[in-house]
């Protein structure tokens, strides 16, 4: 809890930088973390502004209702280490190329592959609205097992490192609190000594237990999968180019910045990330948007 507490001083002191630089650093603004929650509470309902409360503490560079996200009653329903035996021997790659820690063999032949070509990355917002999104009422109707957790993840926003920070806190299927190290059996096992800390919840004034994603790497991470979209949107749209004439300078240039991510889509490649460090966790509804 040392930790803990360094932490929280070191987000007060920290001072808030407001200079954009999310596609060269893979860091982002206070204001750039809230266009980025509007995006994702508008295209997964799932995910919610918290709503204004005297337990809140409030830090004044965001509005009093988005000071953090929320997504509650999230289902877990085998440990991570279970998923991560699974597939041990060979990574899995999803069919976009991104590493894929821990799917299980079931869940992978269910998945039909698809050619690199017809990775539509420059139309998320199309194939977003297209997605179903089942609702906490379904969640709540699943069938009651042993095995059977839920999560309350919050993502709130880091000034010490410039990123979104993730949070979680657990639940059995009866509704009583995890413990932190029940908690730490759904954090893969690469990453429980290294970016999992037990930390109290920064935003809420009485003490919740959680259990924190350091996000120290997470800057570097965010770069290296902008890079990624960036790439599969230029190579995509250099073969449909290919018979054209040469394009003038300034067309050059617009493309290049087409070419790149929006940062209100900065949480959907955050969560995919995410997905890696909590595998047994159900919450990257996004997955099926790339």
């Not at 699943?142 to 993840?153: A, I, K, S, T």
């Not at 893969?188 to 919840?201: G, N, S, V």
């Not at 919740?208 to 999968?225: E, G, Q, W």
């Not at 040469?246 to 790149?260: K, S």
Request: with cysteine; proline share 6%.
């Amino acid at each position: 809890m040392i930790r803990s507490t360094l932490s929280s001083w070191r987000e007060y002191l920290t001072p808030v930088s407001h200079k954009s630089t999310f596609l060269t650093t893979g860091n982002v603004t206070p204001d750039e973390f809230r266009k980025a929650g509007d995006y994702l509470c508008h295209m997964f309902p799932t995910w919610k502004w918290n709503e204004p409360s005297k337990d809140i503490s409030y830090r004044d560079f965001l509005p009093q209702d988005k000071q953090f996200l929320v997504s509650r009653k999230v289902p877990s329903n085998e440990r991570a280490q279970e998923l991560v035996s699974v597939s041990q021997n060979e990574p899995e790659v999803d069919e976009d190329g991104w590493l894929v820690e821990g799917q299980s063999v079931e869940k992978s032949a269910k998945q039909h592959p698809k050619s690199e070509s017809a990775i539509e990355v420059d139309d998320i917002d199309e194939m977003m609205k297209d997605m179903e999104i089942q609702g906490n009422d379904d969640i709540v109707d699943m069938p009651v097992n042993q095995g059977e957790r839920y999560y309350d993840l919050y993502i709130t926003y880091s000034t010490s490192y410039r990123v979104p920070k993730m949070y979680i806190v657990g639940f059995s299927s009866a509704g009583v609190p995890l413990t932190p190290q029940e908690m730490f059996e759904d954090i893969a096992p690469d990453y429980r000594t290294k970016t999992a800390t037990i930390e109290k919840l920064p935003f809420y004034k009485h003490s919740v237990l959680s259990v924190s994603i350091h996000p120290c790497k997470h800057a570097n991470v965010m770069k290296t999968l902008l890079d990624k979209v960036r790439t599969v949107r230029q190579r995509r749209r250099e073969e449909e180019n290919r018979e054209k004439d040469d394009q003038d300078d300034w067309e050059d240039v617009q493309e290049d910045l087409d070419d790149a991510l929006r940062v209100d889509q900065y949480l959907v490649v955050f969560l995919k990330f995410i997905t890696s460090v909590t595998p047994s966790i159900e919450h990257d509804y996004t997955m099926e948007g790339w």
